[in-house]
């Protein structure tokens, strides 16, 4: 909620360079809904950071081009080719690679314990709502560019954000001191989210959502070292091949 106050304070100087009477009605109903979307998905996202290991998290994202996938099956009846399927088995493949060997007394295979890890769970559920919410987020951006639909995209979700803490918050609000003693590190964060989103738009506004897809998943390549350098994660070797082989499984079903 705090970050999405920061993002606030960022995009209110911003409005005096969008021309706000020249957007459309197609515009605001797509922004709201990519926020609304999209603040689902970040909940869903922070709680899978909160107990999943961040090499772990970053090649779960190559379920993104799996979802999207099924979402295009259900409901556009795209029906995937031989390629596109050996992505998909390519993807799930990998994933046997993201979590150490199962021990003798563990009657689970490596897949099963991913699935049924609570942190995975969620990332799924965050990769869902972030899926679907390319949708909206890229009409916003055909109708009003890249500057307007992140700015307005961050200040829709500011009060989704208050909403959502007074709903599900189990804890007490945090004490201005501690506000104070993590000022910098929530500056960052804000300060982070919004070049992430800005950048995202300008990627969506030039780029078929196909490869902007292919683009995203390198991160996850930097998501396993940074775990591995700053969080001392185990497995590093092994969650990186799990990366190279579901990143060729994303281009595979991205191609086909």
């Not at 709201?32 to 709680?47: H, I, R, S």
Request: include cysteine.
């Amino acid at each position: 909620m705090v970050s999405y106050a920061v993002l606030s304070a960022i995009c209110l100087p911003l409005l005096l360079f969008i021309p706000i009477s020249d957007l459309s009605a197609k515009f605001w109903l797509n922004s709201l809904l990519a926020a609304l979307l999209d603040m689902a998905g970040t909940l869903f996202l922070v709680k899978s950071l909160s107990t999943t290991d961040l090499s772990v998290f970053g090649p779960l994202n190559a379920y993104k081009v799996v979802v999207s996938a099924i979402l295009a099956f259900l409901f556009l009846n795209e029906i995937p080719n031989m390629q596109g399927l050996t992505g998909i088995a390519i993807i799930i493949t990998g994933s046997f690679f993201l979590l150490p060997a199962k021990k003798p007394h563990n009657q689970q295979t490596p897949l099963t314990q991913l699935f049924t890890d609570k942190g995975v769970q969620h990332r799924f559920l965050s990769i869902l709502f972030f899926s679907v919410g390319t949708l909206p987020l890229k009409n916003a951006v055909i109708e009003g560019q890249a500057l307007a639909t992140t700015v307005f995209w961050c200040l829709f979700g500011f009060p989704l954000a208050i909403i959502s803490y007074r709903l599900w918050s189990t804890k007490p609000m945090s004490t201005s001191k501690q506000l104070e003693t993590a000022l910098p590190q929530i500056l960052t964060l804000g300060s982070l989210m919004f070049l992430m989103q800005y950048t995202t738009m300008l990627v969506l506004e030039s780029t078929l959502i196909a490869y902007s897809l292919a683009l995203f998943q390198l991160s996850m390549v930097l998501q396993v070292f940074l775990g591995y350098r700053i969080f001392k994660e185990q497995n590093i070797r092994q969650r990186l091949v799990a990366c190279l082989i579901m990143i060729l499984g994303s281009l595979l079903v991205l191609k086909a």
